[in-house]
């Protein structure tokens, strides 16, 4: 009878966290990059974003509306021609109707020495303030690590 079966599941070969938390911006990310069983690998980025948290604490303000826009992208050390395509995965966006959403993007990587992963996150904010002027306003958070 033939080996048939499963292949083993994908090691963990590192990590690595971000967070940046501006007044009306709130951003947190883990990376995890895995290698399959045939040697390719891939990289995990599970992030977490908050928008119009400023706003919505003050009693002064009624936030009516937050709009996301989450931007994921891994590079890694690459020597090519001026102009040359690095070969790097296209970077992940989201759009997000709402005040907080959290995602995980993942992407397929060749083997290299470390990996960079970035996060990014605009925010706007339209609000009412004393009930009476309406408003809008933007933030955004970043924060990047690095596999090796």
Known sequence: MGGGGLPPPPVVLGSCTGS??????????EATLYERYDETRYIE?????????GY????????????????SMVSWPV????GGDPGYPDPIVHEIDGCMASNTD???????????IEV???VGCWF?????????DSDSASCSCMID
Do not use: R
Request: proline fraction near 10%; charged fraction near 15%; hydrophobic fraction near 40%.
């Open 20 to 29: 940046d938390t501006q007044p009306n911006a709130i951003l947190s990310m």
């Open 45 to 53: 980025v599970y992030w977490n974003a908050g928008g119009c948290l």
């Open 56 to 71: 919505n604490e003050d009693p002064d303000y009624i936030v009516t509306s937050c709009n996301l826009t989450v931007k």
């Open 79 to 82: 020597i090519t021609p001026p």
């Open 106 to 116: 993942v992407f397929e990587v060749i083997p290299a020495d470390y990996y960079i």
């Open 120 to 122: 990014t996150l605009n």
């Open 128 to 136: 009412v303030f004393k009930l009476i002027v309406p408003g809008y």
